[in-house]
């Protein structure tokens, strides 16, 4: 369901008055604080999943959260269920498949994925209920989110949070240089075990918001943008978070005024910001110099 089949909002041009307008209704409050909630979650995990390069893990565990929602939705009860239940449970089969070599555990990757999408389909079809449940699925939505589900989202937010700001410091090491940091006595195992397990619950909160084809799109975008612009670890960190919020917020806006669904507004807000941050380093970038971006040397410092 979209906002446009039962009411058609226009864009004045009057910013506080068009605000104000978006949030006399409780539901669009409860989407705004939602949004905010998951795109700060889905930075800063994101963050690291760029840095470890680990966007195929991410577009796994985010590919999977469609079919734990169709089955929740199927057996009666709240997709929330599904989406957590699945995605926490795709990333530790991820990380029981780490210790194989690097094609193996692609493709066995890739193989499960490919089956569990199917099932998800099979979910949808012995569905009876509104079509638009695909869609919402798919792509996110911003109505009918509750005052209670903001609280979920706050509660998992802080504690993903909670536990990245613990072993941020020794993941970072680990994700620059894994054999130096196990050398140095630093649980690089189960540091990769922990943080993939933030990733599921970090995927399961944002595909809420933008959807399961989507999720994976806020949670890497604004990542690369940063992490482009800039190798110094807490300025790429705190411009993540800014750019995925901007995005969120951004994509919330537009949806609001259209008929389109939310989770292409804030794709496409945030690879806005890729294209012209990839742009402008490539204007700045002396020609024949290729230029990385987070050097392990300057991470390290």
């Known amino acids: 369901m979209l906002l446009a089949d039962t009411a058609a909002p226009a864009w004045s041009w009057n ?4 605000f104000q307008q978006m949030w006399a ?4 409050v409860n989407a705004f604080r939602a949004g905010a909630i998951t795109a700060v979650v889905s930075a800063v995990v994101g963050w690291f999943v760029v840095l470890r390069r680990q966007t195929f893990a991410a577009h796994t ?4 959260a469609f079919p734990g929602a169709a089955g929740a939705v199927l057996l009666g009860v709240s997709a929330v269920y599904g989406y957590f239940a699945l995605c926490v449970a795709a990333a530790l089969v991820i990380a029981a498949l780490r210790g194989s ?12 994925q490919a089956f569990l999408l199917a099932s998800g389909f099979l979910f949808i079809a012995l569905y009876k209920g509104l079509l638009e449940g695909p869609q919402t699925i798919l792509f996110g939505t911003f109505l009918g989110i509750t005052s209670t589900q903001v609280t979920v989202l706050a509660g998992v937010g802080v504690g993903v949070l909670a536990v990245l700001a613990l072993i941020g410091r020794p993941l970072l090491f680990a994700s620059i240089d894994p054999q130096v940091a196990a050398g140095r006595g630093v649980p690089v195992r189960a540091l990769s075990v922990a943080f993939l397990v933030l990733l599921g619950a970090a995927t399961a909160e944002a595909s809420q918001i933008t959807g399961t ?4 799109a806020l949670m890497v975008i604004p990542a690369a943008t940063a992490q482009t ?3 110094r670890p807490g300025l790429s960190l705190a411009l993540a978070v800014s750019l995925a919020f ?8 537009a949806a609001y005024y259209s008929p389109y669904p939310l989770g292409f507004f804030v794709t496409s807000f945030a690879f806005a910001g890729y294209v012209i941050a990839r742009g402008m380093r490539a204007l700045h970038t002396p020609r024949g ?12 410092a």
């Open 15 to 18: 910013l506080i008055g068009d």
């Open 289 to 300: 110099r290729i230029a990385t971006p987070l050097p392990a040397k300057e991470v390290a």
């Open 246 to 253: 901007a995005a969120t917020w951004l994509g919330l806006t």
């Open 213 to 216: 084809l989507l999720v994976f």
């Open 101 to 112: 070599g690097d094609h193996e555990e692609s493709a066995l990757t890739g193989t499960v």
């Open 229 to 231: 612009i800039t190798a």
């Open 61 to 64: 565990v985010s590919a999977v």
């Open 25 to 28: 209704y409780p539901f669009m």
